[in-house]
């Protein structure tokens, strides 16, 4: 008994598809469709065709049709269909009915090229083109040969699923198939090779289109200026651009977000926001990507107000803000410190709808956390553990960061077993944070206990791990321990990279020994590492020199050398001043002709370290006669050297001289910056011509000169030491009006001027404000304090103050112990008020001097 027809059972459907096919589909086709046709495509369309309909229908379509098109046509719809709950899988079921097509269909309704071109597209499309390729071989038996739309599918099908160079080789083989790649061919093979990073390959392939007389369309320039802006060729991206409307080819939104984007990462801020006014010019509306990557560009480019306007432009538009914009905000106000809008712009974000994912907030505790405001960021952390998003491994990790730069290693150890309690198990990076965090305060039987914690729980140390555990042992000069631990890594298969011989020759070098350094140098080249750059040794010897050990420095000389560099104009000068420090004026100048006989000239900076030396050394006039030779020798004077030869002449009391040298700077031309200004108001106020500084701030305030806050400083401080206590308090409110906010050094100075003036409500008052402007006190500012009141007698305060050094966790400074220690033990001076010191800190009543190595001097001053 045969099966009754479904296309029957849908009658009623079947006449209207029909009706509704009718009026589109030409009559000559319309005559070959059969009813079963119709049904197909309507109840596809409605994502009611269930597998077996779909096949009784097409079987049915099968026997009433004596051409491929009919089967093609349902073939090629299935194939594209979105998933539904009858047919979740388009191209795997079309793929079905392709194979009884090819077994049942009549010799005239046979698979042609058509067909086969739907089949590899739905190999393509099941992410299987290694199938689709296989169908080349059946096209060329049956007769049908290959084309180019078969190609083009097989060879977009392997860039989809990474295999580069499958695909790449298939393209250069259907030319010698005498198949000629089309626009479609080129820009899918472009737009692979760009996604893969082969850069260079998609742009000759690029250009070798055009010369082949193909025209690229809007999608391959969106593709290619795409590719050259990921790979920072942002010359390149912008000339295609801007060659791509010389065609007349329009860009559209893709292509403006790609070059745009680009341009904001290459800090070319001002193009990007001249096209970001563009494309809305020319009628094309910016997306969420578009404003997203337009506001973050500004934020980076610390341009805040600009960046909220095309936040409101964006609002306007009826563009809603994710997550990633609103993070570009509040990484912008953060970085320049301005908390109150990076509160408000993380609460606009949960007002607008939007809930802060992980990222988000992950990011505000990363920029609360780089400004020391640890407090804050914990209570983001803890808001998270309560609601959410639940905090992840990289939150944690930020946490413990944050804690282990301040010092803080109680709060690593508790956020750290927090973590473990939570189920959150610690990565690479939280390991490492926890050992550098030991290590950094000298505790290294601790850092080494967690480096093999780590092992014991499958987590491996990679290279930074070892890194941060040789790091520390060379700064504390433990070198055979570095050593030890980088054969270490070597024999349980860690390679060691540029970045730990550079430690270990750094480390070798500081500690005397630039044997093992030049060994170590050796070593990673026959490796095939590449030694350090010049800048490397720039900086050790720099070092070595500040610390007045310039032989050493000049010892690092030969290893230079050795590596096949030679000392540049840095080295020397670094050299120079390092004699120059250590008061050797005769070496300094020595070093001058030596430089001088290897071909490297002196530059302005060589002379000023010259000036200064002389001035420091207490030989002024020799400074001044350098001076005048760098003018005669044709050496371009420069802002730094009249500033360094201005503070020279101050410093020795040869006031009108510098105001002389001054006014010569202004009249030659030459733009005074705020350093030199700080220079001059700080030289007239040490040299009893306070007047006068005020008389030349006034100036700069009548000029619109845009001072910063360094120059306010210098002055408050001049004013305090000269006794004008309230010009300096008058100046320190004046900050503000600037547009200016007072730094942690102008807080110090204010604070501890007052203590030293017995003022110490002002000084309590300064502090205050200071918090509440979101100013957070560092363990510096704090331990200054804390020193200024004792020496003042102000036990009890001080008491304070310490206690605020515990609620931020930082630690007591050594100097600061030293002089607690003279003052409260045994014998000391306020021996009787240690109980006005917090509890903690009263153990130095039984303490005697002679334990321990307090510095002279400190108890007296």
Aim: aromatic share 8%; net charge neutral; hydrophobic share 40%.
């Amino acid at each position: 008994m045969s099966r009754r027809r479904l296309s029957s059972i849908f009658a009623s459907s079947s006449s209207s598809a029909s009706s509704t096919a009718s009026t589109s589909a030409p009559a000559n086709l319309l005559r070959a469709l059969p009813p079963a046709y119709a049904v197909f495509k309507e109840r596809l369309l409605s994502g009611t065709l269930g597998p077996d309909d779909a096949r009784h229908l097409f079987d049915e379509v099968l026997l009433d049709c004596d051409l491929a098109k009919a089967p093609n046509q349902l073939l090629s719809a299935l194939a594209r269909a979105p998933p539904s709950v009858a047919s979740s899988d388009g191209p795997a079921f079309a793929i079905e009915l392709f194979k009884r097509m090819d077994r049942c269909a009549s010799p005239q309704a046979a698979p042609n090229g058509y067909t086969y071109s739907i089949l590899i597209d739905c190999y393509r499309r099941a992410h299987r083109p290694d199938l689709g390729l296989a169908i080349f071989g059946r096209l060329l038996k049956t007769g049908l040969g290959l084309n180019v739309v078969a190609y083009n599918m097989v060879i977009d099908g392997f860039f989809k699923e990474g295999e580069v160079d499958k695909a790449y080789d298939l393209f250069r083989e259907m030319k010698k198939q005498g198949i000629s790649p089309d626009v479609v061919t080129y820009t899918s093979t472009i737009d692979g090779l760009c996604k893969s990073k082969a850069m260079d390959k998609a742009y000759d392939l690029f250009r070798e289109m055009k010369k082949q007389g193909i025209s690229p369309d809007v999608v391959t320039y969106s593709s290619t200026i795409d590719g050259l802006c990921k790979s920072k060729a942002m010359d390149k991206a912008y000339d295609l651009f801007r060659e791509m409307k010389k065609q007349g080819i329009s860009p559209n939104v893709v292509t403006y977000n790609s070059i745009i984007d680009g341009l904001c990462k290459s800090k070319a801020m001002d193009k990007a926001y001249d096209l970001f006014r563009e494309m809305k010019n020319q009628g094309i509306s910016p997306n969420v990507v578009t404003y997203t990557s337009t506001i973050d560009g500004l934020c980076k480019s610390k341009e805040m107000d600009k960046a909220e306007k095309v936040l409101q432009q964006m609002l306007d538009a009826g563009v809603q803000p994710d997550n990633i914009t609103y993070n570009s905000l509040i990484n912008g106000y953060s970085s320049l410190g301005m908390w109150k809008e990076s509160v408000r712009t993380f609460k606009d974000m949960s007002n607008c709808g939007l809930t802060p994912c992980v990222i988000s907030c992950n990011s505000f505790m990363h920029a609360l956390c780089k400004r020391g405001r640890i407090k804050e960021a914990k209570c983001i952390f803890d808001s998270m553990v309560k609601n959410r998003p639940k905090p992840d491994v990289t939150s944690y990790a930020v946490l413990l960061h944050g804690y282990a730069t301040q010092g803080c290693l109680a709060d690593v150890g508790n956020m750290f077993n927090l973590m473990e309690s939570n189920g959150i198990a610690p990565d690479h990076h939280v390991f490492t944070i926890l050992i550098d965090a030991f290590a950094r305060h000298g505790m290294m039987d601790k850092a080494i206990l967690i480096f093999e914690d780590m092992r014991k729980k499958g987590v491996n140390p990679d290279v930074c791990t070892y890194l941060t555990l040789i790091s520390a042992y060379c700064r504390m000069g433990r070198l055979s321990d570095a050593l030890e631990k980088f054969n270490h890594m070597v024999d349980v298969g860690v390679p060691p990279d540029s970045p730990v011989y550079s430690c270990l020759i750094q480390g070798h070098c500081i500690h005397g020994d630039l044997v093992k350094a030049n060994e170590l140098i050796s070593e990673m080249m026959n490796k095939g590492i590449p030694p350090p750059c010049i800048k490397f040794f720039n900086s050790i010897i720099n070092n070595l020199c500040n610390e007045g050990r310039v032989a050493k420095g000049e010892g690092i000389m030969d290893m230079i050398l050795h590596t096949g560099q030679n000392p540049d104009v840095i080295t020397f000068n670094s050299l120079i001043d390092g004699y120059c420090l250590v008061g050797d004026m005769k070496e300094a100048l020595r070093i001058v002709d030596v430089m001088t006989s290897v071909g490297v000239e002196p530059d302005v900076y060589t002379y000023a370290t010259l000036v200064n030396g002389y001035c420091q050394n207490g030989s002024i006039d020799d400074a001044l006669t350098l001076f005048r030779d760098m003018f005669h020798k044709g050496v371009t004077l420069t802002s730094v050297a009249y500033s360094t030869i201005i503070h020279g002449l101050f410093q020795a009391g040869r006031t009108n001289t510098a105001k002389k040298m001054f006014h010569e700077m202004i009249d030659c031309g030459m733009a005074v910056n705020n350093y030199t200004y700080s220079i001059v108001l700080n030289g007239l106020c040490r040299n009893n011509c306070t007047d006068e500084a005020i008389m030349l701030l006034d100036k700069l305030f009548a000029m619109n000169i845009k001072n910063d806050v360094v120059v306010f400083t210098t002055m408050i401080s001049a004013m305090f030491k000269v006794g004008r206590r309230e010009e300096a308090k008058q100046l320190f409110a004046a900050i503000s009006t600037y547009g200016l906010v007072p730094d942690m050094y102008t807080y110090s100075v204010m604070i501890n001027n007052l203590i030293k003036e017995d003022s110490f409500e002002e000084a309590d008052n300064i502090f205050s404000w200071m918090e509440k402007s979101g100013c957070a006190p560092n363990s510096r500012l704090l331990n200054g304090i804390i020193r200024t009141l004792l020496r003042k007698a102000e036990v009890a305060k001080a008491g304070n103050y310490l206690s605020k050094i515990d609620e931020n966790n930082f630690a007591v400074e050594a100097s600061t112990a030293s002089l607690l220690l003279s003052l409260f033990s045994i014998g000391g001076k306020y021996h009787e008020h240690i109980k006005l010191l917090p509890t903690k800190y009263q153990y130095f009543e039984g303490a005697c001097q002679n334990q321990y190595n307090v510095e002279p001097g400190i108890s007296s001053s």
